[in-house]
C-alpha cells in the first residue's frame, strides 16, 4: 500500500465521522461507552467459544446501516490489518492438537478452534472501533474521553495531533514526491536519503510548532486551551448505552445460538 | 483616540546569534491609519511585525501601543490591542473545528459563553464564513483557511490590525475578496507584503524597510510609483502601474 492510499484511507474516514446520521448524532460518550462494553464483552469469551460470538456481530452491523458507512470499507480496513491477528493465532492449531467434535461426525483440532476464535474477535473488535471512529468526528470522541476524565493534557495533545496529522502527512507527501521526481530507478530512494528526509521533516515540525506556538501566544494563550462545549446527554443516549449493554450482557452469559437451536428442534420435534 | 496609537522610537533587535534585524526603527502610526511595509526578503518584515504584540522584545528602543510601553510584564496588554495574523493559516489555525478556533482568543480574554458564542459569529460573518463554523480547518480551502484565519483575530476585536501576507498563495477571486475585506475594517491597519498591488488597494502609507532600517515612508501611491527606489529594494512598480506593451501588440 503506498503512502498516498494510506492517506486517502484516513482521509475518507474522517470525512465520513462527519456525516449527519442517528449514530452520528449520539453522543461522543455514548458512542465511546457502549464501545467499551462491547469490547470487553467479546474478548472475555473463552478461547474454544465460536458460535457464541456470531451475535455480536448484529452490533457492528446495525451501527455501519444505520451510520450509513459503507461495509466494503470498514471490510477492507479490517482485512488490511488482519495479518496481526493471522500471526498471533497461526500456530495453535499445531500447538493444540486436541480434538473437538463440532457435529455429529465432524471432528477437528482444538487448536483450529481457537484460532478461529482469535479471528472472529478481532474482527468484532476492530470493526467496532473503526465504526465508532467513522461515526464519531474525532474532536467529539475527544470531548467524550475529556468528560469521561481523561486529563486535560492527554486530550488537548490528541487534539494537536489530529489537527496536525493532515498537514504533516501531506508536508511528507511533498518531499517524497519531490525525491521520487528527481531519483531515477533505485538511487535517491535508499536508507540514508529517507534518513535524510525525516530529518527534514522533523526540523520543518519544529519550526512548525514554534509559529503555531506564537500564534498561541498572540492570541492570549496562558497554558490551557478552553472549551465551553457543554454536551448534555439525552434519553436517546442513555437508552443507547443501555439497549447495546442489555444486548452484550445476553449474548455474554446465554448461549444465544444453541438456545435459538434448542427452540427450533422443539418446534421441529 | 490616543489608544490606537503604534509608536516605534529606535527599535533595535539583535538574534541571539549575532543578527542584526533591526537598526534603529522609528515611526508613528495614528488611529485608523492603513500602513503597508514592503522590502526585500530578509529586510526585517516579520522581525518588525513580531515586535508589535511582544513575540519579540526590542534589544534597546521603546514600542508603545496607546499609552502602553511593550514589556514583559505589559505583553498581555499589548496582545489584546494588537492582533496578528500570522502568514500560513496552518499555523494561526491550531484548533480542531472552526469554531473553536474563533474562540480561542476570546475565551482567553475570560468572556462569558455567550459572548464568546456571539462573537465568533460576528467575526465569522464578517469575512463570510459562517458556514464554516462546524468544519475542521483541515477541510477548508486556501482562500477559506484565510479568511477564518482573519476570523480568529477580529474576534478579539483588537485597536490594531497586523497582517502578514493576508493574501499570499491565494488565487485572484478569493485574493480580491481578502483585499474587499481588509478595505471594510476601520481598524489601524498594519499589512507586510510582496503584493504592491495589494499594499495600493488597502493602504494609505507605505515604509520601505532595507536592512533593518526604514529607507522611505510615505503616502502609498508616491512610494510605489517611485521605480527607482522600489528596484533598490528588489521590488518592481505595482502590476497596475506597469504598461503592457508587448501584450498590447499581440492582439493587434
Not at chain 2, 483588537?158 to 499570499?168: H, Q, R, T
Request: hydrophobic share 50%; net charge positive; proline share 6%.
Amino acid at each position: 500500500m503506498s503512502f498516498e492510499t494510506a492517506y486517502s484511507g484516513i482521509g475518507r474516514l474522517d470525512r465520513l465521522s462527519y456525516r449527519d446520521t442517528v449514530v452520528h448524532r449520539l453522543d461522543p460518550r455514548a458512542k465511546v461507552a457502549a464501545t467499551s462494553l462491547f469490547v470487553v464483552a467479546v474478548v472475555s469469551f473463552p478461547r474454544y467459544e465460536v458460535l457464541s460470538l456470531l451475535p455480536f456481530f448484529l452490533f457492528p452491523v446495525l451501527i455501519g446501516a444505520l451510520g450509513d458507512i459503507p461495509a466494503g470499507f470498514i471490510v477492507k480496513k479490517v482485512v488490511a490489518v488482519s495479518p496481526f491477528a493471522v500471526f498471533v493465532g497461526i500456530f495453535n492449531p499445531l500447538f493444540d492438537p486436541g480434538v473437538v467434535t463440532i457435529a455429529p461426525g465432524v471432528a477437528v483440532s482444538a487448536g483450529w478452534i481457537s484460532f478461529a476464535s482469535i479471528l472472529v474477535k478481532f474482527a468484532l473488535t476492530i470493526g467496532a472501533a473503526l465504526l465508532l471512529i467513522a461515526t464519531t468526528s474525532f474532536p467529539g470522541i475527544c470531548r467524550g474521553l475529556r468528560r469521561l476524565g481523561l486529563p486535560a493534557l492527554f486530550v488537548s495533545q490528541l487534539l494537536f495531533l489530529y489537527r496536525y496529522l493532515f498537514v504533516l502527512i501531506e508536508e511528507a507527501m511533498r518531499v517524497v514526491r519531490a525525491r521520487d521526481m528527481r531519483s531515477f530507478g533505485k538511487r535517491g530512494a535508499g536508507v540514508r536519503v529517507f534518513i535524510r528526509v525525516v530529518g527534514t521533516l522533523f526540523l520543518r515540525t519544529v519550526e512548525r510548532a514554534e509559529r503555531i506556538y506564537g500564534a498561541m501566544l498572540a492570541r492570549g494563550f496562558r497554558g490551557e486551551v478552553p472549551s465551553m462545549r457543554r454536551e448534555t446527554l439525552r434519553p436517546s443516549d442513555a437508552f443507547f448505552v443501555l439497549a447495546a449493554g442489555s444486548f452484550f450482557a445476553l449474548c455474554r452469559f446465554v448461549p444465544v445460538p444453541q438456545a435459538i437451536g434448542r427452540l427450533v428442534r422443539g418446534f421441529t420435534g | 483616540m490616543s489608544h490606537h496609537l503604534l509608536e516605534f522610537k529606535d527599535v533595535r533587535f539583535r538574534y541571539p546569534d549575532g543578527t542584526e534585524a533591526l537598526k534603529g526603527i522609528t515611526f508613528l502610526i495614528t488611529h485608523g491609519e492603513s500602513v503597508g511595509i514592503v522590502g526585500a526578503n530578509g529586510a526585517g518584515k516579520s522581525t518588525l511585525l513580531l515586535h508589535m504584540n511582544g513575540y519579540l522584545l526590542p534589544t534597546s528602543g521603546f514600542v508603545t501601543v496607546g499609552e502602553v510601553p511593550l514589556r514583559k510584564e505589559t505583553r498581555p496588554e499589548i496582545r489584546r490591542k494588537v492582533g496578528v495574523v500570522f502568514q500560513n493559516p496552518d499555523d494561526q489555525l491550531f484548533m480542531p473545528t472552526v469554531f473553536d478556533d474563533v474562540a480561542f482568543g476570546p475565551l482567553n480574554l475570560g468572556l462569558p459563553p455567550d459572548r464568546v458564542r456571539e462573537r465568533v459569529h460576528e467575526a465569522l460573518r464578517r469575512v463570510n464564513a459562517l458556514a464554516l463554523v462546524d468544519k475542521p480547518p483541515h477541510h477548508l480551502s486556501g482562500g477559506q483557511k484565510s479568511a477564518v484565519a482573519i476570523a480568529t483575530v477580529i474576534s478579539m476585536e483588537p485597536d490594531i490590525l497586523v497582517m502578514d501576507e493576508p493574501a499570499a498563495s491565494l488565487d485572484p477571486k478569493s485574493r480580491r475578496s481578502v483585499i474587499g475585506l481588509l478595505n471594510s475594517f476601520a481598524h489601524s491597519k498594519i499589512v507586510a507584503s510582496h503584493d504592491l498591488d495589494l499594499i495600493l488597494d488597502v493602504c494609505a502609507r507605505c515604509l520601505v524597510i532595507r536592512d533593518g532600517a526604514i529607507v522611505a515612508d510615505g503616502p502609498a501611491p508616491e512610494i510605489l510609483s517611485d521605480a527607482t527606489l522600489l528596484a533598490e529594494n528588489n521590488l518592481e512598480l505595482p502590476l497596475t502601474l506597469q504598461g503592457r506593451p508587448a501584450l498590447e501588440g499581440a492582439r493587434r
